[in-house]
């Protein structure tokens, strides 16, 4: 294991547009509205940052490639912009950068900014038929949903859990998600919906229904981060620093080789191993305050608890119905409505789950605000079950 | 002795209803009420002639080396593509490319028999084992009788020397441009003059002397025939001539109307891969097939065909069947109703054609690799070995995967994506003897799709390339065994 980043990097300032079918506005008016409340809040002027760091992940439908649309979008002042793609990753990609550029002494202030305007597709959901002329001819002509409903399939076989068990613990996690949602007034769906609404939705991809699906954003957010240090000098209380910065890549097995048994993502088991390891987290299940993962689909939110060796492999479900990620349970998931409710801009995703720890640890979450968070940690999956990759961050109280 | 050394065929899995049909088309064509009774064989929308094709060649296979065919012919009116040769795309799936003779038939009703009788003069001269398919899918205009008499499927029969289990007697061909029926280069549909005018010019002229001739030619009586084979639309057709040449009422072979309907260039060869099913030796079996001429083949059984291995063959594909109901649905899996298909029907479908070569025996054969070093198979065969305690660089030897069975890891049915047949099943198939991947599922139901299950893989359409004409892909998918 490497030094690690802990403690290097701090958070100077975060912005994120408010999320939803943004029809008013397009991928330049989504980053310009993130940038303007990030650079108002880390209290900087354009000039000062050192490099940037751009993040989509289906930019074929709105920016384009290139650092030059967030560098021209901003009119930043000619410092280097790099573009990242890593599937629904991707935002926190972008943060990955700007906060090794800081560690690193490259940078003393950098941008992370990620943006998705999928709403001007003419379709609902994520645009398909991507992928190159080789995975064009065998492929199976599957969704998200299809691939992650396959996650539900395995799982329930791998650990014996009844279709009518699993259906209601899934079931609970959109449901608790939307209670949280509704809280939240960036987020695109503020309402609260009854158990039954979710439990006899129309089927997806059986066996997930439309509330376990989540639906597709226009959305932006962006963080400048900078030294602990540095933060300090500039009057800065409440730090909230960087403790881990991890991402797993899978390699081919899960797909090609029978060794996995499709119910669990084996890149997550490894990242947050790592994380823990490099935030010196000995024991997550006590010592995490809260989380953002990602639930781009229910059950993926259940497995993932699981994977980040929160709760018992094959018992996810178990903690789910009791409560235990509920915003008055022992460990809030989703707090801020999660990629359910807030929305899931893709680029943005990661951004925007760091958004709402640092609001948390600086106490300024509004109607959401939870106790004393100390620790917080996000994860995003990009990819299917089956071939992914996984990035879990860990921010918490710079002490 | 050249002859017929074993034979197979498909029938797709889907039996519409003819009934159905009528109901739905009796307000402009009550005259059909008589045609309304059985079921015929509906292509499911990821088949065509190819495919089927491919199928009763791997039937025919079940007792063979596919590596050892030296010739292919394959015969059909509905050959997917006009140029790029259809039986080659039929070898390549077969996993035979070297050292064979592929050869297009079409363009008639005996193409089929035609075809035939160039795998048999193929073989009987030294050319090693000819591999005969057949197989048509045609459209039929709403509410005709085409459309309730024709059916989907496919025939195949390997050519040889060797333990042939019926031997060629001889064979009789004429040629004369009698149009009964056309299908110009500019439409779908078939054209055809008054059937009194065929019966009584066509059949009763051209038929019974091609006939004769053969069996003079064979030094055989009419009453020597055991079984006679003759495809017609109209079924009286075959009793008349084969009155007219002697040969018994009850020798003339049923023409799979009831369950089946007519197949086309194929129907000869699907006849009589089903009267070999279950004929005796010293069988005397005719196959005539009229088209612009006739074709008429003479062959005797062997011994031989009592140890054929088991094979589906038209019986046991016939008994694999699913009533369809939904005269909608044949009417759009055959492109004949402007569906709705919605945005994600939009995705461009254009074929790397550099790709579709390097990759051909992945794509069309289903050949994985197996890892020298530790002995596990993947798909697809990779540089760097998938076993995450092996990673041996350039250690694979090519496997192939389409002949095994396959099961159920998990799977979903999609009702988001766009499909011809929603819900899409597909899901992670995993080979016992190493290998995965996620797969498109074909002809499954919700009772038959469970985690577990067994599945067969099957050669199919997996997109057409309308924007270029046409072009289709196929590749491998998995269907309940």
């Known amino acids: 294991m490497a030094r690690g980043i802990k403690d290097k990097v701090a958070i100077l300032g975060m912005g994120c547009s408010k999320f939803g079918e943004r029809w008013d506005s397009g991928a330049e008016e989504l980053m310009l509205e993130s940038y303007k409340e990030c650079l108002a809040d880390a209290g900087i002027d354009a000039k000062q940052l050192n490099a940037a760091w751009f993040s989509t992940a289906i930019d074929e439908v709105h920016v384009g490639k290139s650092g030059i649309p967030l560098s021209t979008t901003l009119r930043l002042p000619n410092i280097p912009v790099t573009h990242v793609e890593n599937m629904c990753a991707s935002g926190t990609e972008a943060f990955r950068g700007a906060c090794y550029a800081v560690a690193s002494g490259a940078a003393d202030f950098a941008l992370a900014l990620g943006v998705e305007k999928l709403k001007d597709t003419g379709y609902g959901g994520l645009p398909g038929g991507r992928g190159g002329p080789l995975q064009a001819l065998w492929s199976a002509n599957g969704t998200a949903p299809g691939n992650f409903a396959q996650l539900a399939t395995a799982y329930m076989t791998a650990h014996n859990v009844s279709a009518d068990d699993l259906k209601k613990a899934i079931g609970h996690v959109s449901w608790k998600s939307h209670q949280n949602g509704a809280k939240n007034p960036k987020a695109h769906l503020q309402k609260a919906v009854e158990m039954d609404t979710i439990l006899n939705a129309p089927m997806i991809a059986s066996p997930l229904g439309l509330f376990d699906c989540c639906g597709v954003s226009d959305g932006a957010a962006a963080a400048i981060v900078t030294t602990p240090e540095i933060a300090k000098s500039l009057g800065k209380h409440n730090i909230v620093s960087v403790k881990a910065l991890q991402l797993s890549v899978s390699n081919g097995s899960e797909s090609g080789h029978n060794s996995w048994d499709g119910s669990y993502f084996h890149t997550t088991r490894i990242a947050s191993k790592k994380a823990y390891e490099e935030a010196g987290i000995k024991n997550p299940r006590s010592e995490v305050s809260m989380f953002e993962v990602h639930d781009c689909f229910s059950v993926t939110e259940l497995v993932t608890m699981e994977d980040l060796h929160i709760s018992e492999t094959g018992k996810g479900w178990k903690d789910v119905l009791d409560g235990f990620y509920d915003a008055d349970g022992k460990i809030p998931c989703q707090i801020d409505g999660g990629l359910k409710c807030f929305g899931h801009p893709i680029g943005a995703s990661g951004l925007r789950m760091l958004y709402e720890m640092y609001l948390q640890f600086q106490g300024r979450a509004g109607a959401r605000q939870l106790k004393d968070p100390r620790i917080g940690m996000t994860h995003n999956l990009g990819g299917a079950p089956r071939e992914n990759v996984s990035s879990v961050a860990i921010v918490g109280r710079f002490e | ?481």
């Open chain 2, 1 to 481: 002795m050249v002859g017929i050394v074993a034979y197979g065929a498909y029938v797709p899995r889907l039996r519409l209803q003819r009934q159905a049909v009528y109901d739905a088309n009796k307000w402009f064509a009550a005259g059909l009420r008589g045609l309304a009774k059985g079921e015929r064989s509906m292509a499911n929308w990821d088949e065509d002639s190819i495919t089927m094709a491919v199928e009763a060649s791997r039937d025919c296979l079940t007792s063979h080396k596919a590596e050892d065919v030296r010739s292919l012919y394959f015969a059909s009116t509905t050959q997917p593509f006009k140029d790029r040769q259809n039986a080659g795309v039929i070898g390549t799936a077969l996993s035979i490319e070297q050292n064979l003779l592929a050869s297009d038939v079409g363009g008639s009703m005996k193409a089929g028999t035609s075809a035939l009788i160039a795998g048999l003069n193929a073989s009987k001269n030294g050319g090693g084992p000819a591999l005969v398919a057949a197989a048509d899918k045609r459209l039929a205009r709403v509410a005709s009788s085409n459309e309730l008499n024709y059916g989907d499927g496919a025939a195949a029969l390997l050519c040889g020397t060797e333990n042939t289990i019926a031997n060629l007697v001889g064979h009789h061909s004429v040629s004369m441009d009698f149009v009964d029926h056309f299908r110009g280069d500019e439409t779908d549909f078939d054209y055809g003059w008054e059937e009194r005018w065929i019966r009584d010019e066509g059949y009763s002229k051209i038929v019974p002397p091609a006939i004769k001739a053969a069996l003079a030619a064979c030094k055989l009586k009419g009453a020597d025939i055991t079984h006679f084979i003759m495809p017609s639309l109209m079924p009286a057709v075959p009793k008349q001539m084969a009155k007219i040449c002697g040969i018994a009422d009850g020798s003339v072979r049923d023409l799979l109307g009831a369950n089946l309907g007519d197949t086309g260039a194929a129907h000869a060869l699907v006849m009589l891969v089903d009267a070999l099913e279950g004929a005796k030796a010293g069988d005397k079996i005719m196959v005539v097939a009229f088209g612009q001429g006739v074709d008429v083949l003479v062959f005797e059984v062997t011994a031989e065909n009592a140890k054929l291995p088991k094979r589906k063959g038209v019986s046991g594909w016939l008994a694999r069947r699913k009533e369809e109901k939904n005269y909608m649905k044949f009417l759009a899996f055959n492109e004949m109703l402007p569906i709705e298909k919605g945005m994600r029907a939009e995705f461009d479908k254009k074929t790397a054609l550099s790709v579709l070569w390097r990759k051909r025996d992945m794509i069309y054969g289903l050949v994985g690799g197996k890892c020298k070093v530790c002995g596990t198979v993947q798909f697809p065969r990779s540089q760097v070995c998938v076993n995450p305690n092996c990673h041996a660089i350039d250690s694979q030897d090519p496997y192939a995967m389409a002949g095994l069975e396959a099961n159920v890891m998990s799977f979903t049915a999609d009702s988001l994506t766009y499909s011809p047949d929603p819900p899409a099943y597909y899901g992670m198939i995993t080979f016992p003897e190493g290998g995965r991947f996620m797969a498109d599922f074909t002809d499954s139901d919700k009772e038959q799709v469970k985690v577990g299950a067994k599945m067969r893989m099957t050669f199919r359409i997996r997109d057409n390339d309308t924007m270029r004409g046409g072009f289709k892909r196929y590749f491998w998918k998995a269907a309940p065994v």
